[in-house]
């Protein structure tokens, strides 16, 4: 598809690289090694979206300046690296097309230490803007081994694509305190990790000092695959609205295969170990002297086992660059947080694709005992209708003359006996309620991705529910963009026996949940969640849920039954064990749909997927159900008018051309498509 699309368009005149969209800018400054650019940017907690295009020079009163949404600094590693100090930066802007930016650089502890610097009135041509970095690291750990980074006012994620989003800098001044001290004498640090059978395993890992400094993880940590770039830490965010728990003020961490060396400065150290919600997690101090090796065992404990009752876990949507010599280390990685199924996802867009996979089908899976990496695609994928994922494929299939009648690529998929359904439901994110009024009645996608980033988006799906659609939910990730690998995932109910084929089987017969933490038993009459009961008219049906929650994580704090997406019953009252049980008799008059869903105190949820109980028709809420069709008619009819605005496209720097071709030539299919999904909408109207 890639070779005909966009020959010579204007976005080829930046030589971009990698899912970020990343640039080499052509503008120095003291003690900077590189400057660089990116489309779409993810560094020290400043997400930044170059909507109005990459950096270009301009000469401003004789002096050479940049005019950008968003630039990072490489600081010269001669000048600074790897230090613990205050570093001062003197900025100058031309005021006259800059209001101020934001700022966020490699700092010890803090991990996204965002802040935004707005410049007062003035009619002066030029701004002086000092910024003091307080505890300074510049260790290159930034996106493309960047040290800090500078965004126009609404050059982020979440700033309005009418607003500023350029900046104009024409000098910069970095000055070092020179008050890092230096670390002194070391000793080794010999660190094993074990499982609850005593066997070494993957985990992820926490190390540090008495200033909440990390040291830099030595080779012996695993490789994170992190955009391009490959790298040995990670860090956990906290600018997001739910901010995923960790025992300490500094959030990076890294991975180990279970076992890891390393040369630390003599001191006193805090080590943390985790490896997903079934383990406790295991805090610990550890005293390395000088010239000595101190040898740590940790001995992980499971709160839970949940493939000994017939549960495995998956990741609906990772995202890592793979060829063969990869698997063992993302394996590793995915083990380390304890998710048995990965869908690894190969991302599309009208132009070209990203994270890609070596091999589909089963050569393309790579298996360690009960842990497999599957590929996928999340794709066809844009803010037209939304974006995608598709999983256990056997070979892409990726149609420029109809990349957007997704229906026909879903099909495609099927008949390979892969799944399609949206991606970002949890949070509403590319006009995805306008791919799913379309697509959902016409039995195009079988499951919504309904946990992401700590959000449950449940209204959407709940509709459809109420409209006597089947839908599955799933969860997943979305690493690197947004939670840790595992932050997010489905349970699948497998039985005794675990393979990858059976997780698929189990997971489209819906016998899953979704969660971030809390565990769910769901049965109604003794049937498990994904059932279909038929019962009398008049008769009724027992529900028996429960849930329980890591106390590590936090404390449970709510489990409720929902019935056609009402609360009919809760339990609040956790016992001393962080469990939560909830029995009800629910009388049955006509067809319902009935899910279990928990909360902990602050962002810890999980929800089942349904019970479908009829008594001979649908299980749909009828009183619901003209107003529900009537809004997706009215979303149906946005795409009379809908135009391709790059602006709304995640990689906007690539694919403005190809999707404005597209959609000119495919909307009146699109639009067919459209009359036979609202003709289903309106038979629901007609119905007594």
Not at 397 to 419: H, V
Not at 582 to 598: E, H, P
């Amino acid at each position: 598809m890639t070779g005909v699309l966009l020959a010579g368009s204007s976005a080829l005149a930046h030589e971009f690289s990698g899912a970020h969209g990343t640039v080499a800018v052509d503008w120095t400054a003291p003690n900077i090694s590189r400057v660089i650019s990116s489309g779409y940017g993810d560094s020290f907690g400043m997400e930044a979206w170059a909507r109005m295009g990459f950096p270009e020079p301009v000469e401003v009163d004789g002096r050479q300046c940049i005019d950008g949404s968003y630039l990072l600094f490489d600081v010269d590693d001669d000048f600074a690296f790897d230090i613990d100090e205050t570093v001062t930066i003197e900025f100058l802007f031309d005021r006259t097309r800059s209001s101020g930016f934001w700022i966020s650089y490699d700092r010890n502890v803090i991990s996204e230490p965002l802040q935004e610097v707005v410049f007062d009135d003035s009619d002066e041509q030029w701004q002086m803007q000092t910024v003091t970095l307080e505890r300074a690291r510049f260790a290159n750990r930034g996106e493309s081994g960047s040290d800090f980074g500078i965004a126009a006012p609404d050059g982020l994620w979440y700033g309005d694509p009418e607003k500023n989003h350029r900046i104009v800098l024409c000098d910069l001044e970095i000055s070092r305190a020179n008050s890092t001290v230096s670390p002194g004498e070391t000793g080794e640090l010999i660190l094993t990790v074990n499982d609850e059978n005593g066997k070494t395993t993957p985990a992820r890992v926490g190390l540090y000092d008495e200033t909440g400094r990390m040291p830099l993880p030595s080779d012996g940590a695993l490789t994170i695959h992190n955009y391009d770039d490959r790298t040995k830490q990670v860090f956990l965010r906290e600018t997001h609205g739910k901010i995923a728990p960790w025992p300490h003020d500094n959030r990076h961490f890294f991975y180990t295969d279970g076992e890891y060396s390393a040369n630390l400065p003599a001191g006193t150290y805090t080590l943390v170990v985790s490896k997903g919600p079934e383990y406790l997690l295991d805090g610990t101090t550890v005293e390395i002297s000088e010239g000595d090796a101190t040898t740590v065992e940790v001995s992980l404990s499971r709160w839970s086992n949940m493939p000994a009752a017939g549960w495995y876990s998956g990741d609906d949507h990772v995202h890592m660059t793979r060829t063969p010599a990869d698997n063992a280390s993302i394996n590793a990685v995915m083990r380390a947080e304890d998710v048995h199924v990965t869908n690894l996802l190969q991302m599309g867009n009208p132009y070209d694709t990203h994270f890609t996979q070596y091999a589909f089908g089963t050569d393309g899976r790579y298996l360690q005992g009960n842990h497999a990496l599957v590929p996928g695609v999340e794709d066809p994928r844009t803010a037209v209708r939304g974006h995608t994922i598709s999983m256990n494929i056997r070979e892409v299939f990726r149609p420029a003359d109809r990349y957007l009648r997704y229906d026909q690529i879903f099909g495609a998929y099927r008949e390979q006996g892969g799944m399609s359904g949206y991606a970002h439901v949890a949070g509403r994110l590319f006009n995805v309620e306008r791919g799913l009024a379309l697509d959902v009645p016409l039995g195009a996608i079988e499951f919504v991705e309904v946990l992401q980033d700590g959000v449950l988006e449940t209204e959407l799906w709940y509709e459809f529910l109420n409209l006597g659609f089947s839908l599955i939910p799933t969860a997943g990730s979305d690493f690197p963009y947004l939670s840790a690998p595992g932050g997010e995932r489905n349970y699948v109910y497998v039985g005794d026996k675990f393979s990858v084929d059976s997780w698929y089987a189990s997971l489209r017969d819906q016998r899953t949940f979704v969660t971030n933490g809390p565990l769910l038993e769901f049965t109604v009459d003794g049937q498990p969640m994904g059932s279909h009961i038929q019962v009398t008219a008049g008769g009724e049906v027992h529900v028996r849920a429960t849930a329980t929650l890591k106390p590590d994580i936090e404390k449970l704090d709510r489990i409720e039954l929902v019935v056609h997406g009402d609360v009919v019953a809760r339990s609040d009252k956790a016992t001393a064990d962080n469990s939560l049980t909830l029995d009800y008799t629910i009388d049955v008059s006509s067809g319902i749909w009935v899910a279990v869903r928990a909360y902990g105190v602050d962002q810890a949820v999980a929800h089942t997927a349904p019970v479908y109980i009829t008594t001979g028709g649908g299980f749909e809420k009828s009183a619901a159900i003209a107003a529900i069709a009537s809004r997706m008619i009215a979303r149906l009819g946005e795409f009379d008018s809908v135009e391709a605005d790059a602006r709304l496209e995640l990689e906007s720097w690539s694919v403005a051309e190809p999707l404005n071709n597209m959609l000119l030539e495919q909307k009146l299919q699109i639009l067919e498509r459209v009359d036979e999904a609202r003709a289903v909408y309106v038979r629901m109207l007609d119905q007594p």
